[in-house]
């Protein structure tokens, strides 16, 4: 299959893991300006070190949704589809801990409670879902949703047949142009031939065929960075939708991964651009639904925050500046 690389977006509760830091820009406190009067105001935009695949899709789909989360770092409230997604991908990782003939659905199922509490305390955030819901029967069908999820994933692969080679494999290459990829794959599998299969799990569903191309850039994206980094082109790349039951796969070529570096390269370009000039455009989809930050956008009657962000430069006198880059 080969279509255009255009619009490629991702949508909530895709669920890719996120890889860039939240890292939230410091606040100068009242105290901290006093005791550091050689301090100064600098107004510096640095530009993209990195991208993840997540990162380039917001820029495709809105610069200033890019803007607001990797420069602006505004923050967004978890969402049941995202938080499930996590869960179920926890779930679908931790399974194969267990010996083949023991990765059942019941078993998969009997993980469910022990990964939300695991989430619950890594992420505490996610408690305030449901903290309008006293009775907790939301939160007993929003498991409900997770356990269909995980049982659905049973029709398409057959875990007890597959050794992983990778779960949750953290990636991350240098392209010769000094652009730094990075991201998390749900699962590598290697054939005894040595043939490499990428898999990510998805649990929303499988995208009409117009829109596939959006989602098989995630996964040129991690086949170009496992070609960087192994000299080895991934021979399958799939994606399983457990919202849908559907698997989409594509097998990529040579071409298909010289094509999503020139086109991240462009990316990277206009990413920069944009950081120093400050124009991060709105571009208002259907997707803006699904957009935490309509307060600040103009598209909505709302204010961005002020650009450049006001950074602190370094005092040591080094010439170092305050970060303001986007991941
Ligand atoms: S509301 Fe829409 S146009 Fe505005 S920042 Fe969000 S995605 Fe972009």
């Known amino acids: 299959m080969e279509t255009s690389t255009e619009g490629a977006a991702e949508t909530p509760g895709g669920g890719i893991a996120e890889v860039d830091p939240p890292v939230p820009d410091e606040q100068a406190t009242t105290r901290e300006a006093a005791a550091t009067a050689a301090v100064v105001e600098a107004r510096v935009a640095i530009a993209p070190a990195s991208l993840s695949p997540s990162r380039a899709s917001d820029f495709m789909q809105c610069p200033l949704l890019y803007r607001f989360r990797v420069i602006d770092r505004l923050p967004e409230?978890?969402?049941?589809?995202?938080?499930r997604g996590?869960?179920?991908?926890a779930v679908l990782e931790r399974l194969f801990d267990a010996p083949a003939a023991e990765r059942t659905p019941p078993r998969a199922k009997s993980l469910i409670p022990g990964q939300w509490d695991r989430l619950r305390e890594t992420r505490p955030e996610v408690v305030e879902l449901f903290a309008d819901d006293p009775e907790g029967e939301r939160l007993a069908r929003w498991l409900g949703e997770a356990e269909q999820l995980v049982e659905r994933w049973f029709g398409l692969e057959d875990p007890t047949r597959l050794?992983?080679?990778?779960?949750?494999?953290?990636?991350?290459?240098?392209?010769?142009?000094?652009?730094?990829?990075?991201?998390?794959?749900?699962?590598?599998?290697?054939?005894?031939?040595?043939?490499?299969?990428?898999?990510d799990y998805k649990t929303g569903k499988a995208p009409r065929p117009e829109y596939a191309e959006g989602a098989l850039f995630q996964m040129k994206f991690y086949a170009l960075v496992v070609w960087r980094l192994k000299n080895v082109i991934p021979r399958r790349l799939q994606l399983v939708y457990l919202g849908s039951g559907d698997v989409l796969?594509?097998?990529?070529?040579?071409?298909?991964?010289?094509?999503?570096?020139?086109?991240?390269?462009?990316l990277w370009e206009a990413i920069r651009e944009a950081t120093e000039t400050g124009d991060?455009?709105?571009?208002?989809?259907k997707?803006?639904?699904?957009?935490?930050?309509?307060?600040?956008?103009?598209?909505?009657?709302?204010?961005?925050?002020?650009?450049?962000?006001?950074?602190?430069?370094?005092?040591?006198?080094?010439?170092?500046?305050?970060?303001?880059?986007?991941?």
């Open 163 to 199: 050794e992983p080679a990778e779960r949750e494999l953290f990636v991350e290459a240098v392209l010769d142009s000094g652009l730094k990829l990075r991201g998390i794959i749900d699962r590598v599998d290697v054939a005894p031939t040595g043939d490499v299969r990428i898999v």
């Open 287 to 327: 997707l803006c639904g699904w957009c935490d930050h309509q307060a600040h956008c103009p598209e909505f009657g709302g204010t961005p925050p002020p650009y450049p962000l006001a950074v602190r430069a370094a005092e040591s006198g080094d010439g170092s500046q305050g970060r303001m880059g986007p991941d």
């Open 249 to 266: 796969t594509y097998d990529p070529v040579l071409a298909d991964l010289e094509r999503v570096e020139r086109k991240l390269l462009a």
């Open 77 to 83: 409230k978890p969402s049941e589809a995202a938080t």
């Open 280 to 285: 991060w455009r709105p571009r208002p989809t």
């Open 86 to 89: 996590t869960l179920v991908h």
